[in-house]
């Protein structure tokens, strides 16, 4: 007799995931993750039933992100089913890039200038919290260098003079933010 094992098939979607996502950003450009899993029974000696798993792939494009995901899905449905075990899929969240506040971006790098800290504009297609605020009201993100361009890596690192120059250039945002406000 032979289990489902959901798990199982959740650690080889998972591994085929980052093939084929390392072989996707050969072409365009794609951040991804398998950021989260939850297992049902959540129990270190049951064979999971359940396993859930939050694949995640950003680009600027919507389109592109939903492309490739549908190739993913296409690609491991066979061997996964092949396991026994079916597949469910659902957006959580599709977000299209987001534009920030053109002012804040303005004062951020006006701020950098008067700082003589050299500033980018830059886009992000992270999940920041200023981009749900957007929606919502002007915002705005500073982001300070990391050696080899490398963030929300455990390989991270930002030189304390880099951070010193973020916590600057936000002291000078609030500074003018609050002086405006009179």
Not at 1 to 22: G, P, S, V, Y
Not at 42 to 47: E, T
Not at 130 to 157: D, I
Request: glycine share 6%; charged share 20%; hydrophobic share 45%.
């Amino acid at each position: 007799h032979q289990r489902r094992d959901a798990m199982r098939a959740a650690a080889w979607a998972i591994t085929e995931f980052h093939r084929l996502m390392e072989a996707e950003a050969e072409h365009v450009e794609l951040h991804w993750s398998a950021a989260k899993i939850v297992a049902e029974p959540d129990s270190p000696n049951v064979v999971a039933s359940r396993v859930t798993v939050y694949f995640e792939m950003r680009n600027p494009a919507q389109q592109i992100c939903t492309a490739v995901g549908d190739r993913f899905l296409a690609a491991i449905r066979p061997h996964v089913e092949a396991m026994g075990i079916g597949i469910e899929t659902f957006t959580d969240e599709a977000r299209p890039g987001t534009s920030l506040d053109p002012v804040g971006v303005a004062m951020t790098l006006e701020a950098c200038a008067e700082l003589g800290v050299r500033a980018v504009p830059m886009m992000t297609i992270t999940g920041h919290d200023a981009l749900a605020l957007a929606a919502m009201m002007p915002s705005n993100l500073v982001f300070v260098p990391s050696v080899n361009g490398l963030s929300h890596n455990e390989a991270e690192l930002t030189h304390p003079e880099d951070l010193a120059n973020g916590c600057a250039v936000v002291k000078a945002l609030l500074e003018r933010m609050i002086s405006e406000q009179g």
